[in-house]
């Protein structure tokens, strides 16, 4: 299968699932990891507020939740590929409100 079709078929099966409100668009990233072939989807998410608040206690069972569903359906699309996540601020938004 070929790069793009690797990342077509990734993206398809990721944007199947509902994402949390604070992610703005992830993108699919393909290389390698210890020699072995992988791919990274990163999640663009809102900015958090500066400091410890509740929307940082918000956001992590919600990553864990979207990362356990995402993860056995590109595992079961690419035998040969792992999947990685990587959830990053979205640098083009300005942070939510306190």
Known sequence: MKHSQIIDTAREIVGRHALPDFVTRFEVRLGEFDGDPAMWIVFKMLPEPPGWNPEVERRAPLIG???DTVQPDLLDAFEDRF????????????????
């Open 65 to 67: 939740a979207l990362i």
């Open 83 to 98: 999947p990685y996540f990587r959830f990053e601020t979205d640098r083009e938004l300005k942070p939510v409100a306190e």
